[in-house]
């Protein structure tokens, strides 16, 4: 089912896998350049819903619209937080989110996990940093990553060219064969069918209050 969301950047539109008797919800963003077609967000969608978990994959209002450059980093969590509204107004009322993406998406979540109202972060393929920039601590986007407070599973590919995470203490990093572009699609789902049932019907879906 694919459904259109109204937000202030323009319609978004959200890819809509739902279950029967759903015990969770996963929502996921893509990457910068890339759409929601990609090898890992399909094998996060196959492992999820093998779960019993109901999930959306949600294009931005600039991949929508046509656009390959990504909206500003503030614009992309507007939009995000105005989907997931939306959603647990109506399609995944009171189920338990977990929030995520691949890339940039997964930077999304992290940064709007509190507001979202997750109960842990999904990040595939986490730019740790640009490629060749891992000597520079001022291109780090680990303080992302360092600020959520929920759990966070991170799937990376050991020869990303955008780094490595290290494991934290709120956080489980999997490290799988590949690159930035996880094709390892039966390691992704592997890492998920061991990671997300533990947040099944832990909790309500919707922004803080």
């Known amino acids: ?4 969301v109204g937000t202030s950047r323009g319609p978004a539109r959200v890819h809509l ?3 029967a008797e759903p015990v969770a919800a996963l929502v996921l963003g893509h990457g910068a ?3 929601v077609g990609a090898p890992d967000l399909a094998a996060a969608r ?13 294009e931005q209002p600039y991949r929508v619209a046509g656009r390959r450059s990504p909206a ?5 969590d507007e939009a ?8 647990c107004e109506t399609r995944l009322d009171r189920l338990p989110l977990v929030a995520g993406g691949r890339s940039a998406g997964a930077r999304v979540a992290c940064r709007t996990a509190a507001e979202a ?3 842990a972060v999904l990040c595939l393929a986490f730019p740790v940093h640009a490629p060749g920039k891992g000597d520079d601590p001022t291109k780090s986007r680990l303080p992302e990553l360092d600020a959520v407070s929920v759990p966070v599973l991170v799937v990376q590919g050991e020869r990303d060219p955008f780094g490595m995470p290290p494991d934290g203490p709120n956080r489980t990093v999997v490290r799988v064969s590949g690159d930035h572009s996880l094709r390892n699609a039966p390691a992704v789902e592997s890492a998920l069918e061991w990671w997300l049932p533990r947040f099944a019907a832990v909790g309500p879906l919707g922004p803080r209050q």
């Open 80 to 87: 995000w937080l105005a989907v997931i509204e939306r959603l």
């Open 72 to 76: 500003p980093a503030h614009q992309l």
């Open 17 to 19: 896998t739902a279950v």
């Open 33 to 35: 350049g890339g759409g």
């Open 46 to 58: 196959n492992a999820a819903r093998s779960l019993g978990f109901t999930v959306a994959l949600v």
């Open 1 to 4: 089912m694919i459904l259109e």
């Open 117 to 119: 109202g997750a109960v």
